[in-house]
């Protein structure tokens, strides 16, 4: 009988689960047989994934949904058995509103797309001026960038729409998602469907209103899901299900696992055995090791192996957020419809976005509440996370009220903290990955994934948990993998 390849995942987060997941999968396909040990330092899976249930009430403390336009969260589901328990957005007439000198608007329908759906409403909204409306709609006229820089976001967004789009409407729905700073962001690396429509179109709006034209009818009006989904008792059910897989299929998983350390001895000729040091002086050895966890982890296993990929992940930094959820009793005020409300930057204010979470989703709250979860920190804005519990949630609590008239006290209240949770992707940060592949290119069987890399989102880091496993089949068959950068 041929003898089980080992192989250690280091991180608990979906990025280490969907590895482990994918690996059974696309070693089973390559009659490989393998033996996969997942560790987490943590006491629980999932990462930032956690829902809390407080009787009638459904709570996210990180992440509340995903986006059903990249597959690859839909087809998790689907595999571990959960597509009856995917759930769409609620459907509302108003889907979110924007903060604009002090007053809460309405973001036009469409505006994602670059394409508002309703010119009427836009125009009269107030949010930008008929100098502000012309300079976007010129949009059309505007010529491509250089296909060779990577421009920041913040300055291609400023070139294609104008300053007051940018500032008023652009900057917190584009930056917000990433807690970031637009005028570090690499247009690449985060939203790199804009350069792209750019280069091929010349314009985002030309290139979006090609794209509509192009999809087929099914597409277009019988979509099953919302551009965001989630699960039905919430997102907790999708780590619950992947464990459960993982360990009838013969993963051990073990939290409560600290990695201290990563030593490399050779095997064969050109292959290497990975000793995994935990810091309980105990030690497992395996001949592929994948690292799903935080860069500035990874840089520090990293170091003394290669200093030159330790020093590359030195340079991905991370944000630091909170999410607070509220319930306060169900008295609606005209503010309090729809989705939510994001910030700009340039107000000034402590909230990045709030959601009206039991208006977004069903079966989140009691018909005689109104859950909201508020957004906070990210970079340039984490001072306020330095408030205990209590003051942070009146700071909060002052804004809705000055915002939306929500004057109740709440009925429930949590504080969910995430100290360098989000990573940073900064212009150049497409270059930094080929430096860092090269790096660590000289140790088969070593692989880098997760959230640093190629994605934040769930999708993203599930896409990127299948080719990591893709990579570590390919090492362990002594294939020349043509594109370790993916």
Known sequence: ???????????????????????????????VPIRCTVLDSGPAWGGKIVTHRIGDLVTEAGPDSFLSQKQAGLDLCMKLGLAGQLINTNDTGKKACVLHRGRLHDLPEGLLSFVPKQLGPFLQSGLLSWPGLARMGFEFAVPPGSPRDDESLAEFLRRRFGVQAYERLLEPLMAGIYAGDAEQMSLRATFPRFFELEQEHGSIMRGMMAAKKSASPGQIGHSRRTMFVSLKNGLSDLVAA???????????????????????????????????????????????????TPAYVSADLLRPLTPIAGGILDMIPYASTATIAMAFPRTLTSAIEGFGFIVPRREQRHLIAATWTSLKWPNRAPADQLLARCYVGGVGREDVLQLDDDALTSTLREELALFCGIRADPTYTEVNRWWKAMPQYTVGHGARLAQLDAAVSRYPGLVLTGAAYRGVGIPDCIRDGALAAEQVIRDLQGKVHPDRAR
């Open 1 to 31: 009988m041929t003898r089980p390849r080992t192989i250690v995942i280091v991180g608990g987060g979906i990025s280490g689960l969907a590895t482990a997941f994918s690996l059974q999968e696309k070693a089973t396909q390559a009659g």
């Open 242 to 292: 992947l464990t459960s897989r993982l360990t009838q299929q013969g993963v051990e998983l073990r939290v409560g696992a600290r990695v201290e350390a990563v030593r490399v001895r050779s095997h064969e000729l050109g292959r290497w055995m990975y000793d995994v040091i935990l810091q309980d002086g105990s030690a497992l050895s395996a001949e592929s090791l994948v690292l799903a």
